[in-house]
């Protein structure tokens, strides 16, 4: 059973840095895409983008100017940077995995992590 | 990039089928058979419930099935009953490596 566990500040004043990590416990680690996702205050769903184990990437084109995603293959943690940060930026963002080429679809997904930008 | 279109809020009573649309273009809904649904309610993670249009995870019941014709996939929940209250989100790959989610629709069991 895989399970992603998820950490990373909380609150950030403009023009920070976002700063998160998923950690992946179990299941066969090298064949998973992670991707991020975040969701504003009652709104839906947005993809951010994804990172393999082999530092394979691919952005949201709206916010790939923004992101940095990075990988620690030793310890199975998965982290998103997204900088110069603004009140719309506010959202869960949430850790979620697929299963690798093909298989485009999230099975499992961290618990979330409220990020809230404000002065 | 724009978000998939589904319909902001559906109804329904305890026992009687909904259905959930999700609408795309050629380069996404219409291309590729990876359309995928989540359900998500308040204050949880989503979770997945259709994968590549109308394949069923484990563990997840058969009142929940997907379809899909031209640009526009479906999710239809058959015997509506409470605990289905929840949003839902579709989700499809959008090409070169990219995915894209639909707007969400609120679902009520009247």
């Known amino acids: 059973q895989v399970q992603l566990q998820q950490w990373g500040a909380g609150l950030l004043k403009p023009s920070e840095t976002l700063s998160l990590t998923c950690a992946v416990y179990?299941?066969?680690?090298?064949?998973?895409?992670l991707s991020w996702v975040r969701q504003p205050p009652g709104k839906g769903l947005e993809w951010i983008g994804e990172i393999n184990r082999a530092e394979s990437i691919n952005y949201n084109p709206s916010l790939k100017s923004r992101v940095t995603m990075s990988v620690d293959t030793s310890n199975n943690q998965f982290s998103l940077k997204l900088n110069s940060v603004t009140a719309a930026d506010t959202a869960v963002y949430y850790c979620?995995?697929?299963?690798?080429?093909?298989?485009?679809?999230?099975?499992?997904w961290g618990q979330g992590t409220l990020v809230a930008v404000s002065s | 990039q724009s978000a998939l279109t589904q319909p902001a809020s559906v109804s329904g009573s305890p026992g009687q089928p909904i259905t959930i649309s999700c609408t795309g273009t050629?380069?996404?809904?219409?291309?590729?058979?990876?359309v995928s649904w989540y359900q998500q309610h308040p204050g949880k993670a989503p979770k997945l419930i259709i994968y590549e249009v109308s394949k069923r995870p484990s563990g997840v019941s058969d009142r929940f099935s997907g379809s899909k014709s031209g640009n526009t996939a479906s999710l239809t929940i058959s015997g509506l009953q409470a605990e289905d209250e929840a949003d839902y989100y579709c989700?499809?790959?959008?090409?070169?490596?990219?995915?894209?989610f639909g707007g969400g629709t609120k679902l009520t069991v009247l």
């Open positions: 179990g299941g066969s680690f090298t064949n998973y895409y």
């Open positions: 989700c499809s790959y959008a090409g070169t490596n990219t995915l894209i």
């Open positions: 979620a995995s697929r299963r690798g080429l093909g298989l485009y679809y999230f099975d499992y």
């Open positions: 050629s380069n996404d809904v219409g291309s590729h058979n990876l």
